[in-house]
């Protein structure tokens, strides 16, 4: 059953409140000190290896089979000379010293996404579910439906959406399976990402004998996605705002508010800081320790204020759902 959790104006004072803030600042400064941050990175990239493969799959195989291309040659063929990579995206994420911006990251991302999100679907985080991925995206489609109904936003009405820091395109593959008559735009400041992300569409497009996919991966930050004003009926974010600077996704919001047009959404699913499953994990030096080695961002995230940021972008409306034990969908309408 679905629980709403609280309509957005509720949650405004919330962010941060039940946070541990010297432990926070403790594990900051540590990871100031690179043999520190090396050593905590290290481990939790073993651990989502070695969780995969306790999944049954086959990461060293998977790995193998997607290193035999030219992938610089796809990188070239992707890549948008004027992108520039602000600083706070060239930083190390999820244990990789280059972040976004590497092969390994790119190939291994669909296999991490499954062992990263195998626990979420379990209040306690323990029981593994090779499916979990998987439900994490439909329950967001599920959710995202519910707040469009309550918004009185007509989802046929939904045929040009955006995909903000789609990656290799799971979360664009979702909004296609949710709008199934839609045309996705996915952007993304990698093209380590889009370049893994065009060659899955090719291998795609060919399984389903040639038929065309209605996606579109492009090159670009999402600060400046360079969209016309007012194109847009539905903006997503899905997983990305974790990985900001709270100026950042205060930046995104105006530029999402300003390629929507007046009755679109910006729809976003993310951790929910405010779970009983993170505020445990926030509370535990070890557990926060091991999440923030892999998410440099992590505390501006949890002491964001996402409705109120929304609404200060000049969206009217704003309600949210839990979207899995630790994740919510937020979704914003501009008038
Ligand atoms: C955790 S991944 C989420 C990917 C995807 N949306 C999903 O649900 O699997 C975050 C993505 O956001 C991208 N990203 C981060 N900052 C960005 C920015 N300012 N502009 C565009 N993409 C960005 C990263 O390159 C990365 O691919």
Redesign the pocket.
């Known amino acids: 059953m679905v629980r709403v959790v609280c309509q957005a104006q509720q949650t405004a004072s919330a962010p941060g409140k039940q946070f541990n803030p010297l432990l926070m600042g403790a594990v900051e400064a540590l990871f100031k000190f690179p043999p520190f941050f090396n050593a905590a990175a290290k481990n939790a990239r073993g651990m989502i290896i070695k969780r995969a493969e306790s999944l049954g799959l086959d990461w060293e195989g998977a790995m193998r089979d997607l290193k035999a291309q030219d992938w610089e040659a796809r990188m070239k063929a992707v890549s948008n000379p004027a992108v520039q990579y602000?600083s706070y995206?060239t930083q190390p994420f999820h244990a990789y010293p280059s972040g976004?911006l590497c092969w390994e990251a790119a190939l291994e991302?669909t296999m991490a996404?499954k062992s990263v999100h195998a626990i979420v679907m379990d209040p306690a985080g323990k029981q593994m579910d090779p499916e979990g991925d998987a439900r994490l995206r439909s329950s967001y489609s599920a959710r995202l439906g519910e707040c469009l109904a309550e918004l009185g936003v007509d989802p046929s009405g939904v045929s040009r959406i955006v995909?903000?820091?789609?990656?290799t395109g799971?979360?664009s593959l979702e909004l296609l399976r949710a709008f199934p008559s839609a045309a996705v735009t996915g952007?993304?400041?990698?093209p380590h990402?889009l370049a893994v992300g065009k060659y899955e569409q090719e291998r795609r497009v060919a399984a389903n004998g040639g038929a065309p996919e209605a996606l579109t991966l492009v090159h670009?930050?999402?600060?400046a996605t360079g969209l016309p004003a007012g194109s847009v009926d539905l903006v997503s974010m899905?997983?990305?705002c974790h990985?900001?600077p709270q100026a950042?996704t205060k930046d995104?919001m105006r530029e999402a508010f300003r390629i929507l047009r007046p009755g679109g959404v910006l729809c976003i699913m993310e951790m929910n800081p405010q779970s009983a499953v993170f505020q445990r994990i926030f509370g535990n030096p070890f557990a926060y320790t091991a999440f923030k080695s892999t998410e440099p961002w992590l505390q501006e995230y949890i002491t964001l204020d996402m409705p109120g940021s929304m609404r200060e972008a000049g969206f009217a409306r704003v309600t949210q759902r839990e979207s899995t034990p630790r994740h919510k969908t937020v979704v914003a309408l501009k008038q």
């Open positions: 602000p995206y976004n991302v996404a995909d903000l820091g789609c990656a799971l979360s952007v993304d400041l990698s990402f670009g930050a999402a600060e899905c997983l990305v990985e900001l950042a995104i």
